[in-house]
């Protein structure tokens, strides 16, 4: 019994090393392809619109729910003690150097980052990437570099969107629903938050669309075993893109912070 249990611990890690060296040979691959030049800029433009664009309302519904209630929470714990000041600031660093970057990342993994994948995923068990191959065609220049492109491109500018609808959330919900002169609110955010709290959480925002088309691509690319093995690439997608996003979130926040 105790030689079977040795025998599977070390086949897992075994198994685990080998997908982690297959992972950055990938990488490393991709990047050699970035080097020798851009693919088309139609292909980069596409992905852009499917990427990006069909997940503004996602991230800006997210935002905007996120910014309302950190205000309500807020509010909740610090009216015992009169310190109503502080809502506007917190709100606004919230915003700005985590929730925005992270909430935007997360989305846009689920969304963007499965629907990579099943995409991707789909072609390789259907053998069109083998086709493209075949065809004397990069599948790495034309399938995956424009979606990490877009990826890294332009999350960015949906947490942009993101941080903006969260504190103008916050801001109408301060006013309107609590009462807060209107000065109040924008004097604080002036007055705390600064230009380095939003350029260290579009930062971040690199980081995140990088990891989010690598390992979408990588476990499209990678699929096995038919429609299944589609499914199954893509809810390891979500998970391992989610979690590796909060991890370079924390190695990222002491660096900056």
């Known amino acids: 019994m105790s030689f079977k249990f040795v025998y599977l611990l070390g086949s897992f890690f075994i198994k685990k090393c080998e997908n982690l060296g297959r992972f950055f040979l990938f990488v490393f691959q991709v990047f050699s392809v970035f080097f020798q030049g851009l693919p088309r ?11 990006a664009v069909l ?10 729910f996120t910014g309302m209630v950190i205000t309500i929470q807020s509010y909740a714990q610090l009216h015992m003690f ?9 709100v606004g660093l ?13 989305m846009l993994a689920g969304r963007a ?40 491109l332009f999350i960015p ?6 941080i903006f609808i969260g504190i103008l959330s916050g801001y109408l919900l301060s006013v309107y629903g ?12 002036q007055q705390y938050v600064e230009v380095y709290d939003i350029l260290s959480g579009l930062t971040k925002t690199f980081v995140f669309g990088l990891i989010i088309g690598l390992v979408s691509c990588y476990k499209g690319f990678f699929t096995k075993k038919g429609a299944e093995g589609v499914g199954v690439a893509v809810m390891q997608t979500v998970v391992l893109a989610s979690i590796s996003i909060l991890i370079a979130d924390f190695f990222l926040s002491l660096m900056l912070f």
């Open 55 to 64: 997940s503004l309302p996602v991230v800006l519904i997210t935002g905007a």
């Open 82 to 90: 009169s310190l109503e000041v502080a809502i506007p600031p917190i």
């Open 157 to 162: 500018i949906l947490t942009i969107f993101s």
């Open 94 to 106: 919230a915003m700005t150097r985590e929730l925005g970057p992270v909430l935007t990342a997360l």
């Open 113 to 152: 980052g499965a629907a990579i994948t099943a995409e991707i995923g789909t072609m390789r068990v259907t053998e069109q990437i083998d086709a493209l191959v075949s065809l004397a065609t990069n599948p790495l220049r034309y399938l995956v570099l424009p979606r990490v492109l877009a990826c890294v």
């Open 178 to 189: 609590l009462g807060f002169p209107r000065i109040f609110f924008i004097s604080n955010i």
């Open 41 to 51: 800029y139609s292909l980069i433009l596409k992905q852009i619109y499917v990427i």
